[in-house]
């Protein structure tokens, strides 16, 4: 089975690195938390992995594939899925026409309406009409249907309530089970770790934590100190 592998991954904004020597393997049906403090460059490593800004140095493999350099069309045709921050669903179509603009076949939007028993009974409506959840659920809806190998969800909790974003949840760990390898960016870091089996802490573009995700849910400070950079 296939894995993406970063290996000693810098990526530079502005003056200088924002990503310093990130070392990362993501796994066929596991989720990996990505957490650490505002500015930690979690965003950043993200779009560096999806093509959206380049690496300033080391390697990005998609299985055997060096995909360092390539395009993010190219990335995508991989298997590689980037649902970005604060994404927005097309607002004047309905539920259903825009999970087929990604959908493979007709069965992957279904599959989808399986996962969000909600949308099924919106799916006639403009996005637009729908709740914040609700339009979450149709933006996650649409990662699902293309069926990406490899898949980046980035805080997609913003603007959302606690309990909202918890419905969120057990709909990604299913597409884990269903094979995918999922790196989950959150602000809601006890809700990301208690999903994810893997957990990488950033604190200011470095890993200070990486490993299974409980041993930071049983010792608050270990992740406390993962946040601080003083582990
Ligand atoms: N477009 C940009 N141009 C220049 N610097 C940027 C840009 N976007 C982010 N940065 C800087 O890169 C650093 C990392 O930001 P990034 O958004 O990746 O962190 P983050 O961990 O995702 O933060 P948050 O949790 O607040 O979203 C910060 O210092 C930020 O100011």
New binding site residues.
Partial sequence: MSTLRIENLTVT??AGP?IADVGLTLEPGKITALV??????????LEALSGVIPAASGTIHVGHTDVTKHSRVSRARLGLAHVE?GRAVFASLTVLENLRLTAKTPAGVDEVLALFPELEKRKNSPAALLSGGEQQMVVLGRAFAAKPKFLLID?MSLGLAPAVFTRLLPAVTEFANAGAAILL?E?FTHLALKVAQEALV?SSGKVTYAGESQPLLDNPDTLHQAYLGTN
Avoid: D, I
Avoid at 36 to 45: H, Y
């Fill in positions: 904004r502005g924002v650490g403090p505002n500015g930690a460059g979690k965003t950043s490593l921050q805080e960016v602000q950033v």
